[in-house]
């Protein structure tokens, strides 16, 4: 549709997988070590990390990142100094876009990790809480526009329950939805043309996150007036936590007009929890990547690797192979989404389903415009049983296989 293939490459690495975690798990301590983890003050390590970053994503030569706010500068010891921790490393940030022409996809704020979240950011009860998390948001906000960011996530991390017997659902609703509401009139306000995406993900870290799956942000959405404001980053991983395909997710939000872009890595389909591998599987992607094309392909969006290496992968050239492998898949999903495409054979087995809506009753019937007893009347007029049109299912399921 107007697009090369090339312009659907919107590959992001993203900042705290590769180069802010240290390979801890909740059953053991840090495992790698790379050089911009150790030596020096909080601020020299960020600064190294941040060179150590760009050298990693020229060598790769992707043409976007995605960070936290946390990931880029340390947290000081007051809000006041942490703020200008980051604004310092922002102007690092920017220094290295100029020098390598490599640009943000997404900015975000961590709203997740520091003991104050503990009970929640924007849903927590505490005022001072709600506004250190504004606090938050609009700095990280700020330094996407300044460094040009196409758009602005947030993953509801702490926004959630552990049990309802102390929890009141229609509060910290109100409170999450009033809480977009400030940051869709900030982003208006200081001119951020960018998108603002809300990621859903079921569970983990809380036993119930309100984000839960794309049909309940949606719902979320609309009850708080957003629903043309803010749209969906989905995670593959994510998907498959909430019981859906990928698929599912990215056609869902396509349908209500709320897709945005992709986190991608492995919707692992043993379940369990997020395990953030690098996307792997052909078939499985390349039905997901059908999807996006059908929907026109990315927009402000595009294809940021939510993955990471696993703790026993101390060696640093692994990140790399790890990266190396995704774009691969995913370049490779694209052709075989692309030829699906263009073989025309499902487009035809969905212009055959909806055959209906080309005729005159057909029409009127599925648009509404007959009454229960008009319906009745026509069916009960003809002295035949309905036979209902029937689609291909499993030749269609195994189309993925003849493309690849
Ligand atoms: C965790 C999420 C997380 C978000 C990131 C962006 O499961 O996938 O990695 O993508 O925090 O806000
Ligand atoms: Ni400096
Ligand atoms: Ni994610
Ligand atoms: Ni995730």
Same mark, same amino acid.
């Given at each position: 549709r107007g697009k090369r293939m090339e312009d659907h490459?919107?590959?992001?690495?993203?900042?705290?997988?590769?180069?802010?975690? &240290? =390979?801890?798990?909740?059953?053991? !301590?840090?495992?790698?070590?790379?050089p911009w983890f150790t030596g020096g003050s909080p601020m020299e390590l960020a600064v190294r990390k941040a060179e150590a970053a760009f050298d990693f994503l020229s060598r790769l030569g992707v043409p976007y990142y995605c960070f936290h706010d946390r990931d880029?500068?340390?947290?000081?010891?007051?809000?006041?100094?942490?703020?200008s921790n980051f604004r310092h490393m922002v102007e690092h940030l920017?220094?290295?876009?100029?020098? &390598? =022409?490599?640009?943000?996809?997404? !900015?975000?704020a961590n709203l997740f990790s520091h003991r104050r979240y503990m009970a929640g950011a924007a849903t927590n009860p505490d005022p001072e809480v709600f506004a250190m998390a504004a606090t938050q948001v609009k700095a990280a906000i700020d330094a996407t526009l300044q460094l040009g960011g196409e758009n602005y996530v947030l993953w509801g991390g702490r926004e959630g329950y552990e049990t309802l017997l102390n929890t009141d659902l229609?509060?910290?609703l109100d409170q999450l939805g009033r809480f977009l509401n400030l940051v869709v009139d900030y982003k208006h306000r200081i001119g951020f043309t960018g998108t603002i995406l809300l990621e859903p993900k079921p569970r983990e870290p809380t036993k119930h996150q309100y984000d839960f799956d794309v049909a309940t942000v949606y719902g979320f959405l609309k009850r708080y007036g957003l629903e043309k404001e803010v749209k969906v980053n989905i995670e593959a991983?994510?998907?498959?936590?909430?019981?859906h395909s990928f698929e599912h997710e990215i056609a869902l939000a396509q349908a209500l007009g709320i897709f945005g872009s992709l986190d991608m890595n492995r919707g692992d389909p043993?379940?369990?929890?997020?395990?953030d591998q690098f996307p792997n599987n052909l078939p499985e992607t390349a039905i997901a990547l059908y999807s996006v094309l059908q929907g026109g392909g990315f927009t402000t969006g595009g294809l940021?690797?939510?993955?990471?290496?696993?703790?026993?992968?101390i060696d640093p050239t692994d990140l790399f192979h790890g990266h190396v492998g995704a774009m691969d898949l995913c370049a490779r999903a694209l052709l075989v989404a692309a030829r699906m495409i263009?073989?025309?054979?499902?487009?035809?087995?969905v212009r055959e389903r909806y055959a209906g809506w080309r005729t005159s009753f057909g029409r009127d019937a599925l648009e509404g415009r007959l009454s229960l007893e008009a319906l009745s009347e026509r069916v009960l007029s003809r002295n035949e049983d309905v036979t209902p049109v029937s689609g291909r299912q499993e030749a269609l399921e195994n189309l993925v296989n003849r493309y690849i």
């Amino acid at each position: 549709r107007g697009k090369r293939m090339e312009d659907h490459l919107r590959f992001a690495v993203c900042y705290w997988h590769s180069f802010v975690w &240290t =390979g801890l798990d909740p059953f053991g !301590g840090e495992t790698f070590l790379r050089p911009w983890f150790t030596g020096g003050s909080p601020m020299e390590l960020a600064v190294r990390k941040a060179e150590a970053a760009f050298d990693f994503l020229s060598r790769l030569g992707v043409p976007y990142y995605c960070f936290h706010d946390r990931d880029v500068a340390p947290e000081g010891a007051t809000p006041r100094e942490s703020l200008s921790n980051f604004r310092h490393m922002v102007e690092h940030l920017a220094a290295h876009q100029q020098r &390598t =022409g490599i640009k943000l996809l997404w !900015g975000t704020a961590n709203l997740f990790s520091h003991r104050r979240y503990m009970a929640g950011a924007a849903t927590n009860p505490d005022p001072e809480v709600f506004a250190m998390a504004a606090t938050q948001v609009k700095a990280a906000i700020d330094a996407t526009l300044q460094l040009g960011g196409e758009n602005y996530v947030l993953w509801g991390g702490r926004e959630g329950y552990e049990t309802l017997l102390n929890t009141d659902l229609r509060q910290e609703l109100d409170q999450l939805g009033r809480f977009l509401n400030l940051v869709v009139d900030y982003k208006h306000r200081i001119g951020f043309t960018g998108t603002i995406l809300l990621e859903p993900k079921p569970r983990e870290p809380t036993k119930h996150q309100y984000d839960f799956d794309v049909a309940t942000v949606y719902g979320f959405l609309k009850r708080y007036g957003l629903e043309k404001e803010v749209k969906v980053n989905i995670e593959a991983n994510h998907a498959t936590l909430s019981g859906h395909s990928f698929e599912h997710e990215i056609a869902l939000a396509q349908a209500l007009g709320i897709f945005g872009s992709l986190d991608m890595n492995r919707g692992d389909p043993q379940l369990g929890w997020d395990t953030d591998q690098f996307p792997n599987n052909l078939p499985e992607t390349a039905i997901a990547l059908y999807s996006v094309l059908q929907g026109g392909g990315f927009t402000t969006g595009g294809l940021n690797f939510d993955a990471k290496v696993r703790r026993q992968s101390i060696d640093p050239t692994d990140l790399f192979h790890g990266h190396v492998g995704a774009m691969d898949l995913c370049a490779r999903a694209l052709l075989v989404a692309a030829r699906m495409i263009e073989d025309d054979r499902l487009a035809k087995a969905v212009r055959e389903r909806y055959a209906g809506w080309r005729t005159s009753f057909g029409r009127d019937a599925l648009e509404g415009r007959l009454s229960l007893e008009a319906l009745s009347e026509r069916v009960l007029s003809r002295n035949e049983d309905v036979t209902p049109v029937s689609g291909r299912q499993e030749a269609l399921e195994n189309l993925v296989n003849r493309y690849i």
